[in-house]
């Protein structure tokens, strides 16, 4: 059994490395099973807006919500409600299996960079790979120049 807070993480396993697996992914016993992004799902919805309190205030709160509220919307998540520990590249292939469409995770990033006017390049976001959330957001926040005009950070929509 799971909690609501625990980690989103893909389980071991996936995604697939191999052609044989890659080539019958969600095929019963031939690929790899993919029941576990409902279980994903069902866990991310149960969260409730207190937990974002984990995040602390000023800054790291401030970017954590927004990107939170763009992948609430963007990909498709049930909530906008994640947590540190929660694996970036889950959040990224969002709570149903898409085989190529990250366009989601892209309009999310692209509004990130509008809101505090900055460019976040290819290099910075293949070197965050296999991180979590938190760290995304912390390194997210050491791009944002200081200065009175990002202080109130962006707008909500």
Not at 30 to 39: A, H, I, P, R, V
Not at 89 to 114: H, R, T, W, Y
Request: aromatic share 12%; with cysteine.
């Amino acid at each position: 059994m799971y909690k609501p807070t625990d980690p989103l993480v893909f389980p071991p396993g996936f995604p697939p490395t191999n052609r044989r697996e890659k080539f019958f992914i969600g095929v019963r016993w031939l690929g790899s099973d993919l029941s576990f992004f409902k279980k994903l799902k069902q866990q991310q919805a149960e969260r409730t807006q207190e937990q974002m309190d984990v995040w602390g205030s000023g800054r790291r709160r401030e970017v954590a919500e927004q990107l939170a509220r763009g992948f609430r919307k963007e990909v498709r998540w049930p909530s906008p409600v994640f947590l540190p520990t929660d694996s970036f590249s889950v959040m990224c292939n969002g709570p149903s299996f898409g085989i190529i469409d990250d366009l989601g995770s892209v309009a999310v990033i692209k509004q990130f960079e509008k809101a505090y006017d900055i460019r976040v390049s290819n290099a910075f976001w293949g070197s965050l790979e296999h991180t979590t959330f938190g760290e995304v957001v912390d390194a997210l926040i050491g791009l944002i120049p200081p200065g009175p005009e990002y202080e109130k950070g962006p707008a909500r929509p």
